[in-house]
């Protein structure tokens, strides 16, 4: 079983962690952006792109895939941990009733 200072190193991560995040957060939505009309449209004309330039649909989709895999690899781990932790939990008590009985 983790002891107290184990737990306390994980709660100010996790604070940090989201602390970092709302600073982020808050950077992005500081910027300003695009002058829009009364309608609320940005009028485009042809100086913003440059010729066969656009968004790399590719490299989202990728990024997007890679992202959720890692994400499920990150998960799948954090379960393995702990069922391993439990596994152990369960062998122990085990041992403790044997020597009892």
Do not use: H
């Not at 992202?67 to 379960?79: E, K, L, M, N």
């Not at 008590?93 to 009985?101: F, N, P, Q, V, Y």
């Amino acid at each position: 079983m983790p002891d107290w200072k184990t737990e306390m190193k994980r709660i100010v991560q996790i604070a940090l962690l989201a602390t970092l995040l709302v600073g982020f957060a808050a950077a992005v939505l500081a910027q300003e952006g695009p002058k829009k009309d009364n309608e609320g449209f940005e009028p485009v004309n042809g100086d913003m792109l440059a010729p066969g330039e656009s968004i790399p649909a590719a490299r989202l989709v990728a990024g997007a895939y890679g992202f959720i895999c890692a994400a499920v690899v990150v998960w799948v781990a954090t379960v393995a941990r702990r069922a391993r932790r439990l596994e152990d939990e369960v062998d122990e008590l085990k041992k403790k009733l044997a020597t009892r009985g």
